[in-house]
């Protein structure tokens, strides 16, 4: 229920590295509209990566931008960190905002030195963080440096949230302790046209998404080239579009040409939301073949919209693609096991249950589940602290 128009809204403020196009800047960009129902919403950028910033329903007084570096942690963003969040802490304590969302790890750290310093002023704010991505353990000592800062420094974290029940269990790496919840990321439908966009016929198979080596594309096509025949792969006129860019893109690219794979496989680069639905929702599958992921916003746009989809075991997508309910799975980083479910789905014509895709996305990935997992984490800590 939204509060009546003269009902004073809770002050919060959301902390964030930076609005670069990215998969936790998107879903706090979508899901501001929504939390300003119920908050004044606040927010602070700790960088001018600001790419996003235009679509952000904020007033300009409601919007902060401190630029202490760079979006991602390293020496220098660590301790001019320290130094914004006294700044930060002051702001937030004439404001009287006494509650703190932080996005991403630098955001942590800034966020949890906000909560110390304004603790130490006699102003108790209530920090929650926000986590997006899996905890790798680290292999550098700089990198386990580092990890040991957040864990130590996470003892001024109220709470916190979790993307994937995955995401939650690598915590312990970086946390003192694992109190917290997991709240889904949604996704929204949002085309204003629904098109077909694809010129040809034949079997459509779409990877989309930041073309990075952790995201699976380079893996997925060099798996079903070493492990399908010919056959396998002509009898169905089988073309693959790939869309998004990343520093994956020119090797790949260069790959597939090598490979005589040209006529085969169409690289788009990034395309809007829009058009990227519409690839989606016409494709004949969709394949998600990360190596890492938190949870993974393309697999569940994929079941939102009723396709067929192959996505790998890693990280929070066997919460989104449940094996034969909502779409199929295979080992993360197994090219047999990627090929031989890829041969099966062609070969076979395996496909699931739309109705049941839906009721799964509508119970734990619309807008209206987020919102409601968050207002319940906010509300339950301005209540009681």
Not at 13 to 20: A, D, F, K, M, S
Not at 112 to 117: D, E, H, I, L, S
């Amino acid at each position: 229920m939204v509060p009546p128009v003269n009902t004073p809204r809770p002050k919060i403020t959301v902390l964030i590295p930076g609005l670069g196009v990215g998969g936790a800047e998107l879903q706090l960009v979508h899901a501001i509209p929504f939390l300003v129902h119920y908050y004044d919403v606040h927010l602070v950028l700790l960088s001018d990566e600001e790419a996003l910033l235009a679509q952000v329903s904020l007033s300009p007084d409601r919007v902060s931008v401190l630029k202490i570096g760079r979006a991602h942690i390293d020496r220098s963003s660590l301790w001019r960190g320290i130094r914004a969040a006294w700044y930060l802490s002051r702001t937030l304590g004439r404001h009287q905002i006494r509650l703190l969302v932080a996005h991403l790890p630098l955001a942590h750290w800034v966020g949890r030195w906000v909560a110390f310093f304004s603790k130490v002023s006699g102003w108790t704010i209530a920090l929650v963080t926000h986590h997006h991505s899996i905890y790798e353990a680290p292999y550098t000592l700089s990198g386990k440096l580092t990890w040991q800062l957040l864990r130590f420094s996470s003892v001024m974290d109220t709470d916190t949230i979790s993307v994937s029940r995955a995401v939650a269990a690598t915590l312990p790496r970086v946390q003192v302790a694992t109190k917290g919840r997991v709240i889904y990321n949604f996704v929204v439908d949002d085309r204003s046209s629904k098109e077909n966009p694809f010129g040809r016929s034949g079997f459509k198979v779409v990877l989309a998404g930041r073309v990075e080596p952790v995201k699976g594309q380079t893996f997925f096509l060099k798996a079903i080239a070493q492990q399908l025949s010919e056959e396998d792969l002509v009898r169905p006129s089988l073309h693959i579009w790939v869309l998004g860019e990343g520093s994956d893109l020119n090797a790949l690219q260069q790959w597939v040409k090598n490979q005589g794979w040209s006529d085969r496989v169409t690289f788009l680069g990034t395309v809007d939301h829009a058009q990227l639905l519409n690839f989606l929702a016409y494709a004949d599958l969709v394949v998600v073949p990360s190596l890492q992921e938190g949870l993974g916003n393309v697999a569940i746009e994929a079941i939102m919209l009723g396709c067929n989809v192959l996505a790998s075991d890693a990280g929070g997508l066997p919460e989104v693609v449940l094996p034969g309910r909502t779409g199929f799975v295979f080992t993360a980083g197994d090219a047999r096991s990627a090929a031989d479910r890829f041969r099966q789905i062609l070969n076979q014509g395996l496909g699931v249950d739309s109705e049941y895709q839906r009721s799964h996305y509508i119970q734990h990935f619309t807008v209206m589940a987020h919102v409601d997992g968050l207002r319940e984490c906010f509300d339950s800590i301005l209540r009681h602290g």
